[in-house]
């Protein structure tokens, strides 16, 4: 499978900003959706959003205005440029790729699927 590793996580204040990373192992990272992921502290998995082969993309409502998602297929990853921070953005960011659209906006990968995610923590 893909191996994916997620970069950029730090701790930060309520209303700051960072910027993750997402590197894919995969010769076809052209052809991919490439989706972001987050766990919350009741482990539950949260989509985030997805870049699409043609560059659209896909967010969820809480983020919609303050994350952008963006890819980079020459060096075959991702960013999740997030602004305005809330103490709820909380958790370990991952990402993951597929294809498929609708099995990255479902977050239908098996458990061993996921790389080791990048821990976002905002400080109120």
């Known amino acids: 499978q893909v191996q994916l590793v997620e970069s950029g996580g730090d701790l930060v204040p309520v209303g700051g900003s960072l910027t993750l990373s997402c590197t894919l192992s995969?010769?076809?990272?052209?052809?991919?959706?490439v989706g972001w992921f987050r766990q919350a502290p009741d482990l539950t998995r949260e989509f985030i959003g997805l870049?699409?082969?043609?560059?659209?993309?896909t967010y969820t409502d809480s983020v919609r205005g303050r994350f952008t998602i963006s890819r980079d297929n020459a060096k075959n990853s991702i960013y999740l440029q997030m602004i305005n921070l809330k103490p709820e953005d909380t958790g370990v960011y991952y990402c993951n790729a597929d294809p498929n659209k609708a099995t990255v906006l479902f977050g239908r990968f098996n458990a061993d699927s996921w790389g080791q995610g990048t821990r976002v923590t905002v400080s109120a």
């Open positions: 995969e010769n076809d990272f052209d052809s991919l959706h």
């Open positions: 870049i699409s082969p043609r560059f659209g993309v």
